[in-house]
């Protein structure tokens, strides 16, 4: 992933809330500037809970200085931001292509601009439990591809979990729900053991991290490699040092004016971390400094999960298509009368499950799963929103 740095031209004016480019964008976000690698080095900071991958990738770029900013600039918006995007995508097409690559090189370009608008919020990502580089292909991880930026998750079974393993190794996220709801109807033993198996991995890892993931990617990364880290909805720009520690960029806004708090490690999966400078020296927060959290609990999120994927099966065994971005708040009829469906449909599944349960002489109560997507279509597919 490794390459020359493509400096885009810095020919366009630093902008500040007041210009008419930011006035126009309501996306707008705060630069923090660091010392990095001896250089004065700017960091885009987050003020609202989202995935937002186009801020992850952005500060790939910037820390690897294949883009620059003028040290003038305090803001930028997000059209700036994919302006630039653009800018490099099309200055780093290879001189030297035959003219059918060539065509195929600007389709591909045209595709991945038109979906830097979804990177404001949230795009196609579904999870290969295969690797901490395994995913789906989507259209939306053309982006990557061409901006020449991997894409880790830390999602990983142990081998050593035999029956987990082997329930899971081979599939995706989206293909491990489908196999969780199939089993739950079926009367097959086999079946049934490797559903339960599947959602207990799903139940036990609700972090979406995994120490086998954690050292998948240390293995996978190179030394010094910037990337982009996929978990729990969140997309954030990862860093491997030379030692094999893994980092985390800290974006949050309200570390604006701390200089000394730029990364986070990312060495366990109890959320036992700490922050550091750009040095990577440890730095002490203040109790109360970090913002809480707004997004979906993790029995919210499995619910969520559930009801549309079960809304799927119904809707492939008749032979309709569900709507593509169902559920998203909708406030049509249809889709009310739909939930209360699902709903019901849902806690119907649950009743059965804990009878089941109980015949087995299993704990009944459910542990929060947080599976950090949301089902599109009876594809292999999952938005991420």
Not at 36 to 43: F, G, L, V, Y
Not at 331 to 338: G, K, P
Not at 347 to 356: G, K, L, P, T, Y
Request: aromatic share 6%; net charge negative; glycine share 4%.
């Amino acid at each position: 992933m490794e390459s020359e740095g493509v400096e885009v031209p810095n020919d366009r004016p630093a902008t500040s809330p007041s210009q008419d480019s930011a006035e126009e964008d309501p996306c707008v976000y705060h630069i923090k500037w660091i010392t990095w690698e001896d250089s004065k080095t700017p960091i885009i900071t987050q003020n609202k809970n989202g995935p937002c991958p186009l801020l992850a990738l952005f500060n790939v770029l910037l820390l690897s200085k294949r883009i620059t900013l003028s040290e003038l600039l305090e803001m930028i918006s997000s059209r700036q931001i994919m302006d630039r995007l653009g800018d490099l995508i099309l200055s780093d097409m290879p001189s030297d292509l035959p003219d059918d690559e060539k065509l195929n090189y600007e389709q591909n370009m045209s595709d991945a601009i038109s979906i830097f608008p979804k990177l404001q919020t949230g795009i196609d990502v579904n999870v290969q439990f295969k690797t901490s580089s395994s995913f789906e292909c989507t259209p939306e991880l053309l982006v990557f591809d061409l901006l020449r930026i991997s894409l880790y998750h830390g999602w990983l079974p142990d081998p050593q979990d035999t029956v987990a393993f082997e329930a899971v190794k081979s599939k995706s996220y989206n293909q491990v729900i489908d196999q969780i709801i199939t089993s739950k109807d079926s009367t097959d033993e086999e079946v049934l053991t490797s559903g339960l198996a599947a959602e207990q991995f799903l139940q036990s890892n609700a972090a979406q991290l995994t120490y086998c993931g954690i050292v998948n990617m240390q293995e996978t990364m190179k030394d010094g490699e910037l990337a982009v880290l996929f978990r729990n909805n969140h997309f954030s720009t990862l860093y491997k040092k030379n030692s094999g520690e893994l980092f985390t960029l800290v974006t949050d806004q309200g570390f604006l004016t701390k200089p000394n708090i730029v990364w986070e490690t990312l060495s366990n999966i109890q959320g036992d971390t700490h922050f550091t400078d750009a040095k990577f020296l440890s730095t002490p927060v203040e109790s109360g400094a970090v913002n809480a959290s707004a997004e979906l609990s993790p029995q919210q999120q499995f619910d969520q999960d559930m009801m549309i994927a079960m809304s799927l099966t119904a809707d492939d065994a008749n032979d309709v298509v569900s709507p593509a971005e169902y559920p998203k708040g909708s406030t049509e009829e249809s889709d009310h009368q739909m939930a209360s469906r699902l709903q019901q449909e849902y806690d119907e599944q649950v009743s059965r499950d804990a009878q089941r349960q109980q015949q087995q002489q299993r704990p009944t109560s459910r542990q929060p799963v947080d599976t950090g997507r949301r089902r599109t279509s009876s594809s292999d597919k999952c938005t991420i929103l």
